[in-house]
């Protein structure tokens, strides 16, 4: 995918987000590097993986183990991809630690959810009480709804040739995700975009300041046009007052 920035004076393109963050980085190996043991050797998983019997018993610590383990080859890169595509920039933008908190917290909402879901005695929901659920989807669903909110008019370009607004390119995927699994993916997809989306609304101060930021910023350049005040070299001064 490749992403189209829009300014007041030029387009920039660039393909994907650009080098990985601390965070992104951590994470991803961190899956990978599971994944691989997991490969060789699948009965690690059986302590890991979500089941929401298990975690009632007190294996807590299943709320998190399950993020990092991943059914096939395709999963974990889907997943990874899209954390490092939509992630980076968050993680920029947030903060590492924020970035973290936000990821993890509605990764662990997301189990949760799962959970609660699996005591709804209708439509054939108690049977998660017994099921197995792996994979950071629940997270991942998270950080392309903070995405979309943050950028829902960033341009990206899907195998660098189809223009498409991240808004409705984070529904398609995210309704693809939503689908793309069985009562227990529903559950726990639904539940990481919910924790998310409530996450972001109670840090309003933070969203509030990124706003102001960027209403400043256009304030600034509307004064720099108005002035003929240019940034740039030589080239840009052809034509141009000078100041």
Do not use: C
């Not at 939509?86 to 997301?110: H, N, P, Q, S």
């Not at 990124?210 to 070299?233: A, P």
């Amino acid at each position: 995918m490749r992403s189209r920035y829009p300014s007041s004076s030029t387009l920039a393109y660039s393909f994907g987000p650009g080098p990985w963050t601390p965070a992104i980085k951590a994470i991803i190996i961190a899956n990978v590097a599971m994944f691989l043991i997991t490969y060789i050797a699948p009965v690690v998983q059986v302590p890991l993986w979500l089941n929401p019997q298990s975690v009632v018993h007190g294996q807590i610590w299943r709320l998190v183990s399950y993020m990092f383990l991943h059914d096939g080859v395709f999963h974990v890169l889907f997943n990874m991809l899209f954390l490092w595509m939509f992630g980076v920039e968050l993680e920029r933008m947030w903060g590492t630690r924020y970035f973290v908190k936000y990821y993890f917290i509605t990764g662990i909402a997301a189990a949760v959810t799962t959970i609660l879901v699996s005591f709804i005695p209708f439509f054939g929901l108690q049977a998660l009480y017994f099921s197995r659920t792996v994979g950071a989807s629940g997270a991942i669903v998270a950080v392309l709804l903070a995405y979309g909110l943050y950028f829902p008019h960033r341009e990206i370009f899907v195998y660098g040739i189809f223009p498409i607004k991240a808004k409705y390119l984070l529904l398609i995927l995210g309704v693809i995700s939503l689908f793309s699994g069985g009562n227990v993916a529903h559950a726990t997809h639904i539940g990481g975009a919910i924790a998310g989306y409530f996450y972001l609304k109670g840090g309003r101060l933070h969203l509030l300041s990124e706003f102001q930021y960027r209403y400043l910023k256009w304030r600034i350049n509307r004064r720099r046009t108005r002035f003929d005040v240019y940034s740039g070299g030589r080239a840009d001064d052809v034509n141009r007052r000078v100041h």
